[in-house]
């Protein structure tokens, strides 16, 4: 299973930006992994956010569209949220998630916590 590590969250003021960052390891080749961000909000499901396959498709949340940007880079085995014009709706506890292109079991992160105030 992939080993995935976020980083980048924090508190920010409404209108800010963060730039979340997920590292991947314990695997053989990341650029055959499709890769997605999910939130999660205090009394809410999980939701995705954004995804990328490995082919650079790109998918977003309605809500998100025109603010958040995915992207990834498989020489750094790494798949970045750039968030901008941050709402306090946004706040959540953010995970990545991995899946293999040929199919199994998908792993995900621990979370990194997004806090926007208003």
């Known amino acids: 299973q992939v080993l995935l590590a976020e980083s980048g969250g924090g508190l920010v003021q409404a209108g800010g930006s963060l730039r979340l960052s997920c590292a991947a390891s314990?695997?053989?080749?990341?650029?055959?992994?499709?890769m997605g961000w999910y939130r999660q909000a205090p009394g809410k499901q999980r939701e995705l956010v954004a995804a990328i396959t490995s082919g650079g498709r790109t998918n977003y949340a309605d809500s998100v569209k025109g603010r958040f940007t995915i992207s990834r880079d498989n020489a750094k085995n790494t798949v970045y949220l750039q968030m901008n014009s941050l709402k306090p709706e946004d706040t959540a506890d953010y995970y990545c998630?991995?899946?293999?292109?040929?199919?199994?079991?998908?792993?995900w992160g621990q979370g990194t916590q997004v806090t926007v105030s208003s």
């Open positions: 998630n991995a899946r293999p292109v040929s199919g199994g079991v998908d792993s």
């Open positions: 314990r695997i053989i080749i990341f650029r055959l992994l499709d």
